[in-house]
């Protein structure tokens, strides 16, 4: 019988995957392993080689090679390789060479094979195709009460109070201050009992508080007027099921600070702005309310603060990429749309009508701390700049050195309404983007990729929706620009060979880093704007857009869900670490040192980023010029 | 082996020379003749490879032992382990280890180090009753061990007291080779005139300058294989091609 070496068992007891295995299994494991020592420089698979042993690394570091000689991957103690030719049955595709000396224990095919197909949690790490353990790592997150990643349920304490519409003011006033609420549902009179309830309103209306006051005292209306004169119609509703964070943002879009909570068409309760500031002092809602009430910039360049507090808080709170990247594009508008406002009140009204524009990030809700300004101004096709210019100059400076004391640095590139390009009338910009669409050149092209992601913020935001209904209907099918906007997606490739930087400091000391939205972010969020583009789709969120993407099935079965979960992945990272950068009082950014991530984190991004390098194989054959779409 | 003091370690080890120029195949043939005990006629009769075998090629196996003491005569052997292994290969599986109900009495001293008691040895069977499966184990490899002495001798004074008949082998010592591989840096000018002390052979410290893992050492199991890993290093360090013969590193 063999015996178990102690030093070996102790060794994988340490390390995933086998840490996770029955003892039985494990012992068994190192009883049965090889040992093979490599000096530094020396080959330990060479190409086209058999290879029926699987190598984990026991102390040392080794390269892995593509077939060209580029340099693939690094791997340090714990990680493993040679998996690729067992699980395939081929010959060694990548070679590997020592990089320092190195001790590898060895595992032969049949007890791999044996752990793969009879342990799930096993084959999961190890499988490099299946990406499920990095969807896994994402929805870990979600496994927690936090308010922000907490259901509209949780937040109800008591049924709605409800009454007929034929009710009194007076009545409900009365009725309202025995049960101690805010706010009271006007039932709908009309629905009778037996009927299928689905597709009818069981609630007509909402009246509150500040409505006994503002439209019934202040109008001096007849305390005997029915509660319908004074409710508020067009409910805003939000399902029970929905996220509390969906709830905030609902309640920032309406303006409302009630909203009735509804399971099917049946209103289970009513939460309040009240609900949850109770809960959150510094939510993206109180810092919206404090963009609003700042009487200047000063006030305004004050609140900086608190966003990254609220940022920072949302991360702890594990809320999700696409909570916070919400949140921040909220908190974002919200400082241009009250900049404007002062912008006005200082300069007076604007002499014609414009439009404010959002670019980028903030357009797609994708916002996070580190983040610069882009931004447009469109103006009415009146425009003279003999006549208007002054002032169109005057309240894109005003915004725009407000937005930079406020934390939004000025955009490199010059992307802002303060450049006369870009402040432009509304056929102008019409003939900007069909011209983009139509003729595009190198320099258009990232134009396209910053433009095409807009959201008016300020003003005639209908010339916002018409700008992106011309992109929709222009680009869609424009095989030859969707080829160019395609190759220029590929111009930034996500960073697998920095992976080899990752392993060997043992010092602790590196000083190599990653742009986790230059080389991650960005380049999914350019991807799937092509595809967005090539079927029309409305959305102009990643996620969204992706969905509309998924739904198309233009990607082979998975492909979407997986480019998703690595988007999550990388966003969650780069947010972490603008977090932990904050917590540690240091100037957050977008570069990643790897000393703070950990293994787990570090297996993933490396998947995440494989994903995204397929994806983009994938676009490239998509759209090659003079193929069919 | 047995856990040396530091002055004993920090010394040069008793490299014996007198196996240097023993013809080891005519040796094995001549006592396969000679031997009564069967295993070990058995086991010289399975030969030695020839002292021109380029490394590469030779079966080895590490052997250590814990014993009670550092005196052969006085002292007994407590536990064996021993793993296989070739140049490029340690194989696990082939691994071996032996509890040993001691000839003499436990010290409590020893018990400290190699963590074995009284109660451990108590059911433990005796050396005779291993012996066959340890020539077995031996036979037709090289055995290879860090300071070599403690296994050679007391393995051949184990053998004189159960069976009465001597044994003698072919042995790689890590620990002198270690030392032969260090004897350069040891004259180095330089290193005197700073006044730097010669690298230490210990085991643990052998394996750290070859960037081997920390194990925790006087378990037999453990250290055969740390002492296997080591000479695995030695070799790809000193004779990349392993075409050397193996006359270069046995003793």
């Given at each position: 019988?063999?015996?178990?070496?102690?030093?070996?068992?102790?060794?994988?007891?340490?390390?995933?995957?086998?840490?996770?295995?029955?003892?039985?299994?494990?012992?068994?494991?190192?009883?049965?392993?090889?040992?093979?020592?490599?000096?530094?420089?020396?080959?330990?698979?060479?190409?086209?080689?058999?290879?029926?042993?699987?190598?984990?690394?026991?102390?040392?570091?080794?390269?892995?090679?593509?077939?060209?000689?580029?340099?693939?991957?690094?791997?340090?103690?714990?990680?493993?390789?040679?998996?690729?030719?067992?699980?395939?049955?081929?010959?060694?595709?990548?070679?590997?060479?020592?990089?320092?000396?190195?001790?590898?224990?060895?595992?032969?095919?049949?007890?791999?094979?044996?752990?793969?197909?009879?342990?799930?949690?096993?084959?999961?790490?190890?499988?490099?195709?299946?990406?499920?353990r990095l969807r896994d790592s994402n929805a870990d997150k979600k496994d927690n009460n936090s308010l922000l990643t907490a259901k509209v349920e949780k937040l109800i304490g008591q049924?709605?109070?409800?009454?007929?519409?034929?009710?009194?003011?007076?009545?409900?006033?009365?009725?309202?201050?025995?049960?101690?609420?805010?706010?009271?549902?006007?039932?709908?009179?009309?629905?009778?009992?037996?009927?299928?309830?689905?597709?009818?309103?069981?609630?007509?209306?909402?009246?509150?508080?500040?409505?006994?006051?503002?439209?019934?005292?202040?109008?001096?209306?007849?305390?005997?007027?029915?509660?319908?004169?004074?409710?508020?119609?067009?409910?805003?509703?939000?399902?029970?099921?929905?996220?509390?964070?969906?709830?905030?943002?609902?309640?920032?879009?309406?303006?409302?600070?009630?909203?009735?909570?509804?399971?099917?068409?049946?209103?289970?309760?009513?939460?309040?702005?009240?609900?949850?500031?109770?809960?959150?002092?510094?939510?993206?809602?109180?810092?919206?309310?404090?963009?609003?009430?700042?009487?200047?910039?000063?006030?305004?360049?004050?609140?900086?603060?608190?966003?990254?507090?609220?940022?920072?808080?949302?991360?702890?709170?594990?809320?999700?990429?696409?909570?916070?990247?919400?949140?921040?594009?909220?908190?974002?508008?919200?400082?241009?749309?009250?900049?404007?406002?002062?912008?006005?009140?200082?300069?007076?009204?604007?002499?014609?009508?414009?439009?404010?524009?959002?670019?980028?990030?903030?357009?797609?809700?994708?916002?996070?701390?580190?983040?610069?300004?882009?931004?447009?101004?469109?103006?009415?096709?009146?425009?003279?700049?003999?006549?208007?210019?002054?002032?169109?100059?005057?309240?894109?400076?005003?915004?725009?050195?407000?937005?930079?004391?406020?934390?939004?640095?000025?955009?490199?590139?010059?992307?802002?309404?303060?450049?006369?390009?870009?402040?432009?009338?509304?056929?102008?910009?019409?003939?900007?983007?069909?011209?983009?669409?139509?003729?595009?050149?190198?320099?258009?092209?990232?134009?396209?990729?910053?433009?095409?992601?807009?959201?008016?913020?300020?003003?005639?935001?209908?010339?916002?929706?018409?700008?992106?209904?011309?992109?929709r209907k222009k680009a869609y099918k424009n095989a030859r620009f969707l080829a160019c906007m395609a190759r220029n997606a590929l111009l930034r490739t996500p960073p697998l060979g920095f992976f080899k930087d990752f392993v060997m400091e043992t010092d602790g000391r590196q000083t190599n880093s990653i742009n986790m939205k230059r080389r991650g972010t960005a380049p999914i969020a350019d991807l799937i704007r092509v595809h967005a583009l090539s079927i029309g789709s409305k959305g102009r969120n990643s996620f969204a857009r992706l969905q509309d993407v998924i739904e198309s099935k233009i990607l082979p079965p998975g492909r979407g869900v997986d480019l998703r979960d690595a988007l999550e992945f990388i966003a969650m990272v780069r947010i972490r670490h603008q977090a932990f950068d904050l917590d540690m009082k240091r100037v957050p950014d977008n570069d990643i040192e790897p000393e703070y991530l950990s293994d787990f984190e570090r297996k993933n991004l490396k998947d995440a980023f494989q994903i995204l390098s397929d994806a983009q194989k994938f676009m490239k054959y998509r759209y090659q010029p003079g193929r069919h779409l | 082996m047995f856990y040396l003091d530091k002055k004993a370690l920090q010394d040069q080890p008793n490299v014996r020379t007198l196996n240097k120029n023993v013809d080891w195949p005519a040796e094995f043939a001549k006592r396969s003749k000679s031997a009564r005990y069967p295993a070990l006629k058995e086991y010289y009769a399975q030969g030695v490879v020839s002292p021109e075998t380029p490394i590469s090629e030779v079966p080895l196996v590490a052997l250590d032992f814990e014993t009670t003491g550092l005196n052969p005569k006085t002292d007994s052997i407590v536990s064996i382990g021993l793993v296989a292994l070739t140049a490029q290969r340690i194989r696990c599986k082939e691994a071996h280890h032996w509890i040993i109900k001691p000839d003499t009495e436990l010290k409590t001293k020893s018990v400290v180090i190699h963590g074995i008691t009284h109660s451990d040895v108590a059911s433990a069977p005796s050396f005779n009753s291993v012996l066959d499966a340890l020539l077995q184990h031996l036979q037709g490899k090289i055995v290879v061990a860090h300071h070599k002495d403690i296994e050679t001798r007391f393995l051949n004074a184990a053998l004189k007291h159960y069976i009465n008949e001597e044994i003698v082998f072919p042995c790689i010592d890590t620990m002198a080779l270690e030392a032969r591989f260090s004897r350069t840096l040891k004259r180095t000018f330089l290193r005197s005139l700073l006044g730097q002390k010669t690298p230490s052979i210990r085991l643990t410290d052998c394996r750290a300058r070859y960037n081997l893992p920390y194990y925790r050492q006087h378990n037999a199991l453990t250290d055969a294989l740390a002492c296997a890993e080591l000479l695995q290093a030695q070799i790809a360090t000193h004779y990349p091609e392993q075409t050397a013969p193996i006359s270069a590193i046995w003793c």
């Open positions: 019988m063999a015996i178990e070496q102690v030093e070996v068992t102790d060794f994988f007891q340490r390390h995933k995957p086998f840490s996770d295995l029955a003892v039985q299994e494990l012992s068994e494991l190192a009883s049965g392993v090889e040992i093979a020592y490599y000096k530094a420089g020396s080959p330990i698979l060479t190409f086209g080689q058999d290879n029926d042993q699987w190598f984990v690394i026991r102390s040392g570091a080794v390269e892995v090679f593509r077939r060209d000689g580029e340099l693939y991957n690094r791997l340090g103690e714990g990680n493993f390789f040679g998996e690729l030719a067992i699980m395939r049955n081929r010959p060694v595709r990548f070679p590997v060479v020592a990089l320092e000396d190195t001790l590898v224990y060895l595992i032969d095919a049949d007890t791999f094979n044996h752990l793969f197909d009879n342990n799930e949690q096993f084959a999961d790490f190890v499988e490099v195709e299946d990406r499920s049924l709605p109070l409800i009454l007929p519409p034929n009710t009194t003011v007076q009545e409900a006033a009365v009725r309202m201050t025995e049960e101690g609420v805010s706010s009271v549902l006007i039932s709908n009179d009309q629905v009778s009992s037996d009927a299928d309830t689905d597709d009818e309103e069981l609630v007509i209306g909402i009246v509150t508080d500040v409505d006994i006051r503002s439209r019934l005292v202040a109008q001096g209306l007849a305390l005997s007027c029915p509660v319908t004169d004074i409710m508020t119609s067009q409910l805003t509703s939000v399902q029970s099921h929905q996220y509390v964070f969906e709830a905030m943002m609902l309640m920032l879009k309406h303006k409302v600070m009630h909203l009735p909570v509804l399971k099917k068409s049946q209103p289970i309760g009513l939460i309040s702005h009240q609900d949850i500031l109770r809960y959150e002092s510094q939510n993206s809602l109180f810092v919206v309310k404090s963009i609003f009430t700042a009487l200047n910039v000063d006030e305004l360049t004050a609140l900086k603060g608190e966003v990254q507090a609220c940022f920072s808080r949302m991360v702890h709170e594990d809320a999700n990429s696409q909570m916070i990247g919400s949140a921040m594009a909220v908190i974002g508008r919200s400082f241009k749309q009250r900049l404007l406002e002062l912008a006005e009140q200082e300069l007076g009204p604007p002499p014609i009508p414009y439009c404010f524009l959002a670019l980028g990030s903030m357009a797609r809700d994708e916002q996070l701390i580190v983040t610069d300004q882009d931004n447009a101004l469109v103006l009415d096709n009146r425009f003279d700049p003999q006549l208007h210019d002054e002032y169109f100059n005057a309240l894109a400076n005003f915004v725009c050195d407000g937005l930079d004391r406020c934390g939004y640095t000025y955009c490199n590139g010059g992307i802002m309404a303060t450049n006369k390009k870009w402040r432009q009338p509304l056929k102008v910009w019409e003939q900007y983007f069909s011209q983009w669409i139509e003729k595009p050149t190198a320099e258009t092209l990232l134009n396209s990729a910053i433009f095409f992601d807009l959201d008016g913020v300020w003003g005639k935001k209908v010339w916002a929706d018409t700008l992106n209904r011309l992109i | -």
